[in-house]
Nanobody, 126 residues
Framework: QVQLVESGGGLVQAGGSLRLSCVVI????????MGWFRQAPGKEREFVST????????LYADSVKGRFTISRDNAKNTVYLQMNSLKPEDTAVYHC???????????????????WGQGTQVTVSS
């Protein structure tokens, strides 16, 4: 059974930083691209960032570009999201997700992700 477990969320003041982690269990982590998505109250889930299986390429939503950094450690089955210069509009539940098929190119659409974590709450106060 594949499980994705996020951690690292919390309450932070605007301008602060957080690092989210997501451990993948029950799958050969290194074969699959990973993504981060977020959902704010009353809004649809939106793409944040994705990274290829090797970690060689990344993609970001325009709203987080230059502030967030995605990375992965295949030896630890873990993907990270470093979030700097946080803004109140970054407040949301953040979910990590694993692509359905191995390898593959960067993709921001949620339909290509077959496994999801429960999410971790990030709250940014003004």
């Amino acid at each position: 059974q594949v499980q994705l477990v996020e951690s690292g969320g919390g309450l932070v003041q605007a301008g602060g930083s957080l690092r989210l982690s997501c451990v993948v269990i029950g799958r050969t982590f290194s074969l699959y691209a990973m993504g981060w998505f977020r959902q704010a109250p009353g809004k649809e889930r939106e793409f944040v960032s994705t990274i290829t299986w090797s970690g060689g390429s990344t993609l970001y939503a325009d709203s987080v570009k230059g502030r967030f950094t995605i990375s992965r450690d295949n030896a630890k089955n873990t993907v990270y999201l470093q979030m700097n210069s946080l803004k109140p509009e970054d407040t949301a539940v953040y979910h990590c997700a694993s692509r359905r098929s191995p390898y593959g190119s960067l993709y921001s659409g949620s339909s290509e992700y077959g496994y999801w974590g429960q999410g971790t709450q990030v709250t940014v106060s003004s």
